[in-house]
């Protein structure tokens, strides 16, 4: 399948942090405003799924929050361009955008990372006593890590956007956004790419998509984890 249009991204204002991302020391990262199209975002938001049966409770010492997986999504397979009718058409949109050669060519060109296919797509709720420790994936050269946000009037000083740390301590967190509303943090993986959210002491949904694309080859499998496997329609 093939996205509708492309009038989905700011690519202007996404690759106008190119250089700030590649330029980030010791590991690349950035943190980008008005991610969507706004008319496109606010089709999203209003569509963003709501938290019911269908979530999955996240609960373990590292971690506490609400996951939600396009039906693609299956641990042990590929990440497929499939449609999912149980989201919005604006969400099926933007899934299939994500497997276009223009996303892929022009994530290329912000990054300077050489990936070529999605990994993961879900969902992540974090409510009132969610957090995520600090962690470091470090799963190889070729991954990038996207949290896009779809929370409005966050309280700026208020726990709920993944923060940044150049290990697995939050004492040396680097930056931590404020700004959920339409908004994105990207890690290039590596050792330094520390991350985590606070814990969240309010009456409040932090609404986020999370993201992994990495390279891949039929005959290598994944970068992070050079195993050949064939890919496997859903």
Known sequence: MTAKNSNIINWENVLAHSKTFQDQKPTKWAFLEEFFVRDFY???????PKKDESWSFISTDDKSSYGKWWRADHA????????????????NQFYHYLFSDEFISNIRKFSGVPVNRVK???FMLLTKGGYQMPHIHNVGPSTLIFMVY???????????????????????????????????????DGPHAGHGVRYITKDVERRAVQIYLEKYS????????PIKRELQEI
């Open 218 to 225: 039929s005959e290598e499998g994944w970068s992070a984890y």
């Open 150 to 188: 779809f929370s409005k009037n966050w309280k700026k000083g208020d726990p709920g956007g993944t923060y940044v740390t150049p290990d697995d301590t939050e004492s040396k967190m680097i930056f931590e956004p404020y700004n959920l509303d339409n908004t994105s943090i990207i890690f290039h």
């Open 120 to 122: 993961h797509f879900g």
């Open 42 to 48: 606010e089709k999203l938001y209003e569509t963003y």
């Open 76 to 91: 042990g397979q590929i990440v497929t361009d499939v449609e999912d009718t149980s989201f919005s058409e604006s969400w």
